[in-house]
Each structure stands twice: as structure tokens, then as C-alpha cells.
């Protein structure tokens, strides 16, 4: 699986997204700069954490709009794999390549803490490596992670099975009034979403932060298992 | 020539900071607030020798474009001269 981590100025997860990939898929992924204007042979373009641009205006609205953002879309168009976690999902929903946007975190704080995420669809290339209902813990670390979306757009993201990851307990249950279970007050406690073609996917916490054995546990290996098997079949 | 573009969430979009700030009014003694929303003001100087409704029009392809999210937030222009 040939993979390509955005840089934008700002970001700051590049290197534990590109440790992920490294550990899984056994091949060292490149970095891409944001103003470059044209991207290499890839299968899957990665977005990783941070704080492009400072954050300015809204996150992730800068970064929207970097020339690299361009090719990022004619390769999503033209059917191609890309993955926005934490600011990168903002960037995504910002350049309208998934729906909804995120807000300020209803509790007003900055959240560094660990999470229970809730496997909602397993047939996405990024969710077949776990079963429907699945939990995983993942760290998740943003100020702006309180997903809203319209009501229509809601009820199309549930409808048609594109809520990858929802904000759980433990033992899967969701509560998206309880703000120590949807602790981001994201509508419909929902953590990570789909694109129609299930080929794009966003989600605010960290999955590749988890998973050397040697830091304790590996509960986001699946998300890239999964993609290598997609990606390389 | 300016151009004034304020941003403000839509109605119904939840404002953390809006209710952040009225609760802090509050507890400085002015209270009967009803709710308190926030938004931003940003301040564009366009071309000169443009007209009044060329510089709206551009403030709000900016607007639409870059200054504001609009699946959670609405906008003004204003030209000021």
C-alpha cells in the first residue's frame, strides 16, 4: 500500500500516522507538502492531526484551500482512498469532500483524553477489519470535535450505514447526552464518517497512536489492516 | 473601500462561547440576559475604484468562498467607504 501523509503548516501528527502505516503495512509512506501541485502514484492519501494554519478563522478552513487540496479531490473523485483524522477531518469537511462540520467542543475544553469508539460498519475499507459493534479505545486530543450536520444530512449518514465510528462506553453503549459518553457533544455521537463511495473517511480521534504493542495496546491496527487489504487485493 | 463580512453561527447551532460569555455577564451583575451569541467581523479593503455593489458582490464570494462555513454559519456584508 503506497501512502502519502499531507503536511500542512502546523501539522503535527505526521510522524505517528506515518509510524502506523510503516508498522502495518510494512512500507514507508511519503510526505507531501501542502503547496505541491501534483501528488505521486498512490493508493491512499492520508490528512493526519494538528493545527493547520494555527487554526485561524475555523480548523481546518485554511487548509481546505491549499493547492495540494486540489489534486487531494481529483484523487477522491477519480475514486481514490483518503483518510482525515482529527484536524485532517476537519480539512475534509471544510473542502466539502465529506459532510457536516465541526464545532467547538460543547464543554468548551480542550479534550486530551482516551476514547471508546463504537464500530457502526464494518464494510468500509477503513471498519472491515472489525465486526459491527465492535469498541476500541483510541486517544483523542481536540477543541474542536463536536459534529453537527443538518438534520437531512443526518438522516442520509444513517440511512445509508456511512456513521463509521460513534463516541461509546466500554461495553458499547452510546449516550449522546451524556457528555462522559459523547464527550465532544458531537450530534448523534458521531466520531468518524464515511464519504457515499466509502472510499474517504474522517474521524476526530487518533487511531494510529495505538498501535505498537510496546505502547500498551494495539486497538487501532484494524483501521489499517483494513486498509491494506483493500488496498493491496 | 472596505468591505465588512460578519459571520455569525445559524440560528439553532449550538454557541458554547455565546452561553460561556452570558453566564460571565451574568456573574458580573448583569443579569436578564436572554442568550448571548458570538460571531466574528472581518474587514476587507478592496480595490478603490470599485463600485458599491461590485465590492458587495465580492464580499460575498469571499464570504461563500473562504469566510464562511455554511453549513453552520450565516453572513453580512456591509461596504463601508
Known amino acids: 500500500m503506497k501512502a502519502g501523509i499531507v503536511l500542512f503548516p502546523g501539522t503535527n501528527r505526521e510522524r505517528d500516522m506515518a509510524q502506523a502505516?510503516?508498522?502495518?503495512?510494512?512500507?514507508?509512506?511519503?510526505?507531501?507538502?501542502h503547496r505541491d501541485t501534483a501528488l505521486p502514484s498512490l493508493d491512499l492519501v492520508v490528512l493526519p492531526g494538528g493545527f493547520s494554519f494555527g487554526d485561524y478563522l475555523r480548523s481546518?478552513?485554511?487548509?481546505?484551500?491549499?493547492?495540494i487540496m486540489r489534486?487531494?479531490?481529483?484523487?477522491?473523485?477519480?475514486?481514490?482512498?483518503?483518510?482525515?483524522?482529527?484536524?485532517g477531518f476537519q480539512i475534509l469537511t471544510e473542502a466539502q469532500l465529506l459532510p457536516g462540520a465541526l464545532l467547538r467542543n460543547a464543554s468548551m475544553r480542550f479534550l486530551s483524553q482516551d476514547c471508546h469508539l463504537k464500530v457502526e460498519n464494518n464494510i468500509s475499507?477503513?471498519?472491515?477489519?472489525?465486526?459491527?459493534?465492535?469498541?476500541?479505545?483510541a486517544p483523542?486530543?481536540?477543541?474542536?470535535?463536536?459534529?453537527?450536520?443538518?438534520?437531512?444530512?443526518l438522516d442520509r449518514l444513517e440511512g445509508e450505514g456511512r456513521?463509521?465510528?460513534?463516541?461509546?462506553?466500554?461495553?458499547?453503549?452510546?449516550?449522546?447526552?451524556?457528555?462522559?459518553?459523547n464527550p465532544n457533544g458531537s450530534m448523534q455521537a458521531i466520531a468518524g464518517i464515511l464519504s457515499e463511495n466509502g472510499r474517504i473517511c474522517g474521524l476526530m480521534p487518533h487511531p494510529e497512536n495505538l498501535v505498537?504493542?510496546?505502547?500498551?495496546a494495539t486497538d487501532g491496527v484494524p483501521l489499517f489492516k483494513g486498509l491494506v487489504e483493500s488496498l493491496v487485493a | 473601500m472596505k468591505v465588512r463580512v460578519n459571520v455569525m453561527l445559524k440560528e439553532g447551532?449550538?454557541?458554547?462561547?455565546?452561553?460561556?460569555?452570558?453566564?460571565?455577564?451574568?456573574?458580573?451583575?448583569?443579569?436578564?440576559?436572554?442568550?448571548?451569541?458570538?460571531?466574528?467581523?472581518?474587514?476587507?479593503?478592496?480595490?478603490?475604484?470599485?463600485?458599491?455593489?461590485?465590492?458587495?458582490?465580492?464580499?460575498?464570494?469571499?464570504?461563500?468562498e473562504l469566510l464562511a462555513n455554511l453549513v453552520i454559519e450565516d453572513f453580512t456584508v456591509e461596504v463601508l467607504s
Open chain 1, 21 to 33: 502505516l510503516r508498522l502495518v503495512s510494512g512500507r514507508e509512506p511519503v510526505m507531501l507538502w
Open chain 1, 60 to 67: 481546518g478552513a485554511m487548509g481546505a484551500h491549499s493547492p
Open chain 1, 71 to 87: 489534486e487531494v479531490r481529483a484523487f477522491a473523485e477519480a475514486g481514490g482512498h483518503v483518510l482525515g483524522v482529527c484536524n
Open chain 1, 125 to 137: 475499507p477503513y471498519t472491515r477489519g472489525w465486526s459491527k459493534g465492535d469498541v476500541f479505545r
Open chain 1, 140 to 153: 483523542m486530543a481536540h477543541g474542536d470535535g463536536n459534529y453537527n450536520a443538518a438534520p437531512d444530512v
Open chain 1, 163 to 181: 456513521v463509521a465510528f460513534r463516541y461509546a462506553e466500554a461495553n458499547g453503549a452510546v449516550d449522546a447526552v451524556d457528555p462522559a459518553l
Open chain 1, 212 to 216: 505498537d504493542p510496546d505502547l500498551g
Open chain 2, 13 to 64: 447551532v449550538l454557541d458554547p462561547q455565546g452561553k460561556a460569555i452570558g453566564h460571565a455577564l451574568d456573574v458580573l451583575g448583569f443579569h436578564g440576559l436572554g442568550e448571548v451569541r458570538m460571531g466574528k467581523v472581518i474587514e476587507i479593503e478592496v480595490p478603490a475604484q470599485k463600485s458599491q455593489d461590485e465590492a458587495a458582490s465580492l464580499g460575498e464570494a469571499m464570504a461563500r
